[in-house]
């Protein structure tokens, strides 16, 4: 795994404030109307984001036209974005953490190192109180690099006006160093529990998820309506999905239908094409007596009797091309199995005994020509 995947994924302080501040909303939710995920997280809030800054200037007429309008929900929809991108962060943050724990411990630890020399610096000057040392090394192992991390920054963040200037580091490495010491921290509580804690996260990430795709929603509607004349209101507020091909059912069942008959046609040609060609190869497998030209030949020479005992063997020649042009037949593909089995069984079963009453007849007709 490559050093990008193991470092935490840094959540800014507005993204943290704004999920605290939507956190009414998001355990509000009825644990039965919890939506799951089910499209990208980044790019739903970005088309959020974006879509907020577009709408900005129709909130006079919501005002304006919409009496009934929530409008906490077209004021907070941004603010409900950031939340479900820290959601999500946190959630990211605990599922990479349970499998590169060691590798963010000593990233924590080398961030912890630095926090606490430049706070023994501050405690030296009389800056900061010596008993926040203490504090930071209380505990022993992980625990000390995830909440000591966590207290150092505490400390630093309230002095920070004070010492910003005095200490070399920038805002930037506390956001830093406290993302990782929380990180840490849920890493430690993961290894106790982690199936639990996951469950937990993913949870707070579907409410988050839920509240903003019903804000999102009730927006999107209101746009529409006043956007009606114009149409034009997936230019303002598009779908969190993407864009979806439209479908008519009108002229999707008319395809079908159309299918279906090209199907059909197709089957009834390859029968009468199959039956017109076994109809000459069934003739020619016929013993030279029985070919019609001939027949009247012979039938000058026989008697009656000998005659009419020629005659049905073109009436089971007829029926064994009947039965071949039957079999060629392709089935009909929605039967079962064993229908199908049983039906070719008989078919040839069929075909086998007009092959028997066939050389039946023609061994007769040669007995008869023989006693002639």
Same mark, same amino acid.
């Given at each position: 795994?490559?050093?990008? @995947?193991? +470092?935490?994924?840094?959540?800014?302080?507005?993204?943290?404030?704004?999920?605290?501040?939507?956190?009414? +909303?998001?355990?509000?939710?009825?644990?039965?109307?919890?939506?799951?995920?089910?499209?990208?997280?980044?790019?739903?809030?970005?088309?959020? $984001?974006?879509?907020?800054?577009?709408?900005?200037?129709?909130?006079?007429?919501?005002?304006?036209?919409?009496?009934?309008?929530?409008?906490?929900?077209?004021?907070?929809?941004?603010?409900?974005?950031?939340?479900?991108?820290?959601?999500?962060?946190?959630?990211?943050?605990?599922? $990479?953490?349970?499998?590169?724990?060691?590798?963010?411990? !000593?990233?924590?630890?080398?961030?912890?190192?630095?926090?606490?020399?430049?706070?023994?610096?501050?405690?030296?000057?009389?800056?900061? @109180?010596?008993?926040?040392?203490?504090?930071?090394? #209380?505990? *022993? =192992?992980?625990?000390?690099?995830?909440?000591?991390?966590?207290?150092?920054?505490?400390?630093?963040?309230?002095?920070?006006?004070?010492?910003?200037?005095?200490?070399?580091?920038? +805002?930037?490495?506390?956001?830093?160093?406290?993302?990782?010491?929380?990180?840490?921290?849920?890493?430690?509580?993961?290894?106790?529990?982690?199936?639990?804690? /996951?469950?937990?996260?993913?949870?707070?990430?579907?409410?988050?998820?839920?509240?903003?795709? $019903?804000?999102? =929603? !009730?927006?999107?509607?209101?746009?529409?309506? /006043?956007?009606?004349?114009?149409?034009?209101?997936?230019?303002?507020?598009?779908?969190?999905?993407?864009?979806?091909?439209?479908?008519?059912?009108?002229?999707?069942?008319?395809?079908?239908?159309? #299918?279906?008959?090209?199907?059909?046609?197709?089957?009834? %040609?390859?029968?009468?094409?199959?039956?017109?060609?076994?109809?000459?190869?069934?003739?020619?497998? /016929?013993?030279?007596?029985?070919?019609?030209? %001939?027949? !009247? @030949?012979?039938? *000058?020479?026989?008697?009656?009797?000998?005659?009419?005992?020629?005659?049905?063997?073109? +009436?089971?020649?007829?029926?064994?091309?009947?039965?071949?042009?039957?079999?060629?037949?392709?089935?009909?593909?929605?039967?079962?199995?064993?229908? /199908?089995?049983?039906?070719?069984? %008989?078919?040839?079963?069929?075909?086998?005994?007009? $092959?028997?009453?066939? !050389?039946?007849?023609?061994?007769?007709?040669?007995?008869?020509?023989? %006693?002639?």
């Amino acid at each position: 795994m490559t050093s990008n @995947e193991t +470092e935490s994924i840094e959540v800014p302080g507005n993204h943290r404030k704004a999920y605290e501040s939507s956190l009414p +909303e998001i355990l509000g939710l009825p644990k039965d109307e919890i939506q799951a995920v089910n499209t990208d997280v980044i790019m739903a809030v970005g088309r959020v $984001r974006a879509a907020c800054m577009r709408i900005q200037r129709f909130r006079s007429d919501v005002v304006a036209k919409l009496n009934d309008f929530d409008l906490k929900l077209w004021d907070k929809l941004e603010t409900y974005s950031f939340a479900l991108l820290y959601a999500n962060t946190v959630w990211d943050n605990a599922r $990479r953490t349970m499998a590169n724990l060691d590798d963010l411990t !000593q990233q924590a630890r080398s961030q912890f190192e630095l926090l606490y020399a430049v706070v023994q610096v501050l405690v030296s000057r009389g800056l900061v @109180e010596p008993f926040h040392l203490k504090v930071a090394k #209380k505990r *022993r =192992g992980r625990l000390r690099f995830a909440y000591g991390l966590l207290g150092l920054v505490e400390v630093l963040r309230k002095v920070w006006p004070t010492v910003a200037h005095k200490t070399g580091l920038t +805002e930037s490495e506390l956001t830093r160093a406290e993302a990782l010491g929380e990180q840490l921290s849920r890493g430690v509580a993961l290894q106790n529990s982690p199936i639990e804690e /996951l469950k937990q996260l993913a949870e707070l990430r579907d409410r988050a998820f839920t509240v903003v795709v $019903r804000a999102y =929603g !009730q927006v999107r509607h209101a746009l529409q309506y /006043l956007r009606r004349e114009n149409n034009d209101a997936e230019r303002y507020a598009p779908s969190l999905y993407g864009r979806r091909r439209s479908r008519n059912p009108k002229a999707l069942a008319v395809a079908v239908t159309q #299918k279906a008959d090209a199907r059909a046609t197709a089957v009834e %040609q390859g029968a009468s094409t199959q039956s017109a060609a076994i109809a000459p190869s069934a003739n020619a497998l /016929l013993p030279v007596e029985t070919v019609p030209e %001939q027949q !009247q @030949e012979a039938s *000058r020479d026989v008697d009656a009797p000998q005659v009419s005992a020629i005659a049905p063997v073109h +009436e089971n020649a007829s029926a064994l091309v009947a039965a071949n042009a039957i079999a060629s037949v392709p089935s009909n593909a929605n039967e079962a199995a064993p229908q /199908l089995r049983a039906r070719r069984k %008989q078919r040839r079963a069929k075909r086998a005994a007009i $092959r028997r009453r066939l !050389q039946q007849k023609n061994a007769k007709h040669r007995d008869v020509r023989h %006693q002639s």
